[in-house]
């Protein structure tokens, strides 16, 4: 599910694991210690992983959202295409 989301509660499982992801990694800079410079240069760095993971978030959302809407067409035109029923 992780690397294939397809509904809102793997999109919304994603989105808590990455801010764990970030909580931790912002604890654990802060913990090393090191001068504010080091400390504020680390966080940055962070802060441009966390924007790109976002991006692949939604990208993979682009995706899914795509993927759902063809295959709502193709149900719609095999419905269209079916033999009709007539009722007597």
Do not use: C
């Not at 931790?24 to 680390?42: N, P």
């Not at 978030?57 to 067409?73: G, P, Q, W, Y």
């Amino acid at each position: 599910r992780r690397m294939n989301p397809k509904s809102k509660a793997d999109f919304d499982a994603l989105y808590k694991e990455l801010e764990a992801w970030k909580r931790y990694q912002e604890k654990s800079i802060r913990d090393e210690g090191g001068t504010d410079e080091q400390i504020a240069q680390a966080l940055k760095e962070l802060l441009h992983k966390e924007i790109k993971l976002l991006q692949t978030i939604d990208k993979l959302k682009i995706k899914a959202r795509s993927a759902v809407k063809e295959e709502r067409i193709k149900a719609r035109l095999e419905l269209m295409a079916s033999p009709k029923e007539w009722l007597t």
